[in-house]
Each structure stands twice: as C-alpha cells, then as structure tokens.
C-alpha cells in the first residue's frame, strides 16, 4: 500500500462512452500526477497538479480532461477515445513540486477502449 | 538526452544476490541517483536513493563509484517478488523537473 489509491482498477469502455478514472492519496501531498503507459512503453507524464493547480498538460488530447477539486482527490474523465488510448493509466503524488523527484504511485486502472 | 544506461534485461536465482547496473557518466554535482521498480502492471515503487555515499534500507543497497559515473543496485536476496523492471533515473532532488522514466532493466528472478 502506497498511500496512493486508484478507482477502477479495470475498465472497458466504448469509443462513444464517458467514463470517469479516480485518484485519492492519504499521505497530505499537495502534487500530484497523471501518467500513461502503453505496452512496452515507458511511462509518459499527462498532466501535473500542485494545489489544485494544473501546471503541467504534456499535450494531451482534449478527451482526456483532469480535474482536481482539492489536493487529495484527481479525476481523469473520458470521452469519445480511440482504441489506441487503451492503456495503464497512472496517479502518483509527491509532496509538493519541489519534490517530485519522489513520487509515491497508485496501482492504476487498465483501460481498455473497444 | 537519457541521462543513464542500463542493460535492458537480466536474469538472477532466486536466493541470490542481483546487481543491476546504471551508468550516469554526465551526472552533475547536485543531481541525486534514484531507484524504482515497477512490478508487472503496478504503479512504479520507490526503491533507494544516494547522492555521493552508499545507501542501504530494507530493500536493497546503492553502491555509487567515487567519480559517480556509474552505480549499481543491489537485491541481496533476491525473491521471485522482485522480478520487474528496474529505472535508474538522475537528477536534482528539489525543482519541477519532470521525472522521466527510460527503458530500465527487466529482472527476472528465476526458481
């Protein structure tokens, strides 16, 4: 256990669908992080909050829209994907900015996009 | 520009030592040598870190040369547990700078 929790662990959805990932850390950070990785990828960076501020969007398609109503919550909400966003979607939190070096990470959710 | 390099794969019995190596030849003063894991289909798990001194916690041990260049992990016993892919990253502790995650190695710890 990380500290670093992730909702749904699984999940398949249409290209049509919308459907909401959820990320909840209980270790008072205040950054926190969405990653993608794809098979036999490395992890790429998506988005960054710090305070509830975006700071980072790695450019990301629009349909991919995060949302962070306070430090300890992170949503990533989907709509209209392509089967190649099919992925491991990632949620990591650090302290703050300063320290993002040491990123404490949730266990993800599998997406698949049929 | 990938600031290490590490063999993409490695195999180790189980109950042995692994050593998994990084180079870091361009390393700077100030920037910290980290190690995490990803088991399969898990989020990345923080391992160990080291500045300039060897390091050990209850997972493993760091071991960097004295010109820094290079460093090597080690999984004292190792278990089939700790097959995963292995990132050496490099860079300085504080700032915003992105954590990047290269290729790593792929350890297989075998029966």
């Known amino acids: 256990e990380t500290g670093v929790t992730q909702t749904p662990r699984h999940l398949v959805m249409g290209m049509t669908n919308k459907k909401s990932l959820k990320c909840e850390q209980h270790?008072?950070?205040?950054?926190m992080y969405w990653y993608k990785q794809s098979a036999k990828k490395p992890l790429e960076l998506m988005f960054v909050?710090?305070?509830?501020?975006?700071?980072e969007n790695n450019s990301v398609p629009s349909r991919f829209s995060p949302e962070c109503p306070n430090s300890s919550h992170l949503f990533l909400h989907l709509h209209t994907l392509q089967p190649e966003d099919s992925a491991l979607y990632l949620c990591a939190s650090s302290q703050d900015l300063g320290w993002s070096i040491q990123q404490y990470f949730g266990p993800g959710t599998r997406l698949t996009v049929t | 520009d990938a600031k290490t390099t590490q063999p993409p794969s490695m195999d180790c019995a189980e109950g042995r030592a692994a050593n998994l190596p990084c180079n870091h030849s361009?390393?700077?003063?100030?920037?910290?040598v980290y190690w995490y894991r990803q088991i399969h289909s898990q989020g990345p798990q923080y391992i160990i870190h080291?500045?300039?001194n060897n390091e050990t916690n209850e997972m493993a041990s760091l071991i960097i040369t004295e010109d820094r260049k290079s460093s090597t992990l080690i999984l004292p016993h190792a278990t089939l547990r700790d097959t995963a892919v292995y990132y050496c990253i490099v860079r300085d502790q504080g700032g915003s700078e992105k954590l990047v995650f290269g290729k790593g190695t792929k350890l297989t710890v075998n029966p």
């Open positions: 909050y710090n305070f509830k501020e975006q700071t």
């Open positions: 361009t390393i700077s003063g100030n920037e910290y």
């Open positions: 080291g500045l300039k």
């Open positions: 270790l008072g950070h205040n950054a």
